[in-house]
Nanobody, 114 residues
Framework: QVQLVESGGGSVQPGGSLRLSCAASGMTVRIRQMGWFRQAPGKPLELVAS???????DYVDSVKGRFTMSRDNAKNTLYLQMNSLKPEDTAVYYC????????WGQGTQVIVSS
């Protein structure tokens, strides 16, 4: 059974930073294209960043230069380093394959507000 457990969210002021983690079990993140997704209130789910099995990372334009996605193969864990956070980054963040094929975890809430 695949489990994806997100953590690391919180409440920060604009310009702040957070590092999200996604611990995977029941599947191997390094052999799949994996993604970080987010859903803001009243908005559809959005793919924020993805990493291929070869390690190539792509970002949605709105986070380029601010977010960095990485992967620790030994820990079977994904990370999303988020810097220079903006109020529009406020959302619940999830990880999954890209495109998503597994059930969604509980997500981790990110709130950016002054």
């Amino acid at each position: 059974q695949v489990q994806l457990v997100e953590s690391g969210g919180g409440s920060v002021q604009p310009g702040g930073s957070l590092r999200l983690s996604c611990a995977a079990s029941g599947m191997t993140v390094r052999i799949r294209q994996m993604g970080w997704f987010r859903q803001a209130p009243g908005k559809p789910l959005e793919l924020v960043a993805s990493i291929s099995s070869a390690g190539k990372v792509d970002y949605v334009d709105s986070v380029k230069g601010r977010f960095t996605m990485s992967r620790d193969n030994a820990k079977n864990t994904l990370y999303l380093q988020m810097n220079s956070l903006k109020p529009e980054d406020t959302a619940v963040y999830y990880c999954n394959t890209s495109p998503a094929i597994y059930g969604w975890g509980q997500g981790t809430q990110v709130i950016v507000s002054s």
